[in-house]
């Protein structure tokens, strides 16, 4: 079903501009990486909503793309995949941005009464709607997305995100204890949820299902082994969940499973880790975790303006590398805030230069997009733009204002210019958004 407000996609697309993406993974603190791909001036050509390849601009006049082509002509902009936000809550964007709470607090005095009003379909509806069109409006084109506990949350979130064509993991959450009664649900219920959505959802179009434990707290130990049994019934499914977050709840994690040598080994106790499990935070780990993890195939989905704004905690982002456990970047709004992958990008930049660490631009853009899609085993339809992978493809500025524009203009080498961007860039950068060869967003002009 196509967005009510795109045009169908042109069997033939050919986009002008800079294009950027990634081919391997590049090394921590490179500035020179053989894993850029950048092609200036080059035009990107898209059939049938998939890359099928690129040719420098300068051919394009004798041999370029021909008037079967629809062009986009967006010569001087910079062309990037569409960023992949691998933890994001749909809800929580009528609570970004409250004010002076830990995560704790902030999920009892704000975050759950905003859930409860999900009970409600229609609301549910809207909500869905505006959070995909929201993410689009960021560049944002793939996302792994909690809902609420609301069995109908999910049905709408799946709906919004088909409608746009996007791709989308996500499932109803699992919560069933040390939560409000409207947001309360029990094992028998949840499991038949489940299995319902996951029948009616997984492998549908461009989505996928994903088991989703809230966090281990408001989870009996009987839900997640629930949710255990359901991975390994349904093995091409999804898992996501947080971990390791915030030091009050790593210690109250502690006190309910004593048994557990520490909070990542509950869900791998229940069987929850797995190479498609995708665990928000992680900053409370020790070594032995992240040789699990490295182990699992699980990855940690980085929050660092979620992590600054509750002020949990500095990631450690090296030692999650060196062990070899993946690392993609998350929004986690309302946690977070903002949906803006540019500006996360740039927060993670700022938490490891706390620890004498320095991100490099393409470290943080390829947790972004190819180094996500290879976590979640997505490499071969998002995250590059590599033939073959689905045309969700995003236009935009090199500098919005005179400041950034100053400083694109003294700026010499290539790393230099992608980390002005990446640092003083946003949404409002944002040109276009393409969703599989479809244009479903267009930065309005003035
Ligand atoms: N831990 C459990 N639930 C949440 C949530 O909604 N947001 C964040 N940041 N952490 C959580
Ligand atoms: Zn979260």
């Given at each position: ?58 051919l ?15 010569h ?65 084109t793939?996302?792994?997305?909690f809902?609420?506990v ?80 359901l ?14 977050e ?24 229940a ?8 665990l ?6 020790d070594?032995?975790d992240?040789?699990?993890?490295r ?19 500095l ?35 700022k ?39 689905m ?56």
């Amino acid at each position: 079903m196509p967005a009510p407000h795109a045009k169908p996609p042109a069997r033939r697309l050919a986009i002008r501009g800079d294009l950027l993406d990634f081919t391997a993974a590049p090394e921590w603190g490179a500035v020179e990486s053989n894993a850029v791909r950048f092609r200036p001036d080059h035009w990107l050509l898209v059939e049938a909503g998939r890359i099928v390849g690129a040719q420098p601009a300068a051919l394009s006049e004798a041999q370029g793309p021909d008037a079967s082509w629809e062009r986009h002509d967006h010569h001087g902009r910079l062309v990037m995949p569409g960023f992949i936000d691998t933890h994001v809550h749909c809800p929580q964007i009528d609570v970004i941005a409250s004010f002076g709470a830990e995560l704790l607090d902030w999920l009892n005095t704000y975050t759950f009464p905003a859930e409860a009003h999900y009970a409600e379909p229609a609301l549910a509806h809207s909500g869905a709607a505006r959070f995909c069109d929201a993410l689009l409006a960021h560049g944002t084109t793939s996302a792994v997305v909690f809902p609420t506990v609301h069995k109908a949350s999910a049905q709408a979130l799946f709906e919004a995100a088909q409608q746009r064509g996007m791709r989308l993991i996500a499932g109803k959450v699992l919560m069933d204890r040390h939560c409000p009664d409207n947001l309360r649900d029990d094992v028998d219920q949840a499991e038949r949820d489940c299995e319902d959505l996951i029948a009616r959802w997984h492998g549908r179009g461009r989505l996928a299902y994903a088991v989703t434990v809230r966090f281990a707290a408001t989870s009996t130990p009987e839900q997640l082994a629930m949710a255990g049994r359901l991975c390994a019934r349904h093995p091409g499914v999804y898992m996501q969940t947080h971990v390791a977050e915030n030091r009050a709840e790593v210690r109250w994690i502690g006190e309910l499973f004593p048994q557990a040598r520490s909070y990542l080994d509950v869900y791998a106790s229940a069987g929850l880790l797995n190479e498609r499990a995708v665990l928000a935070h992680g900053i409370w780990l020790d070594d032995a975790d992240r040789t699990v993890l490295r182990e699992s195939g699980a990855q940690i989905a980085h929050c660092p303006s979620s992590n600054l704004f509750l002020g949990s905690g500095l990631f450690d982002w090296r030692a999650a590398e060196a062990a070899g456990a993946a690392v993609s970047l998350a929004s986690d709004v309302g946690g977070g805030t903002s949906l803006s992958m540019l500006r996360t990008a740039a927060d993670a930049y700022k938490i490891q230069a706390m620890a004498g660490q320095r991100l490099t631009a393409w470290k943080a853009l390829h947790a972004a997009t190819l180094g996500a899609a290879l976590a979640l085993r997505l490499e071969g339809e998002i995250g590059s733009f590599e033939p073959g992978c689905m045309a969700d493809v995003c236009v935009w500025d090199w500098a919005v204002g005179s400041v950034a524009q100053r400083r694109l203009d003294v700026a010499r080498a290539l790393h230099e210019r992608v980390f002005a961007w990446m640092t003083l860039g946003d949404e409002r950068n944002l040109v276009a958004c393409f969703v599989g060869g479809g244009l479903l967003f267009e930065q309005r002009s003035g």
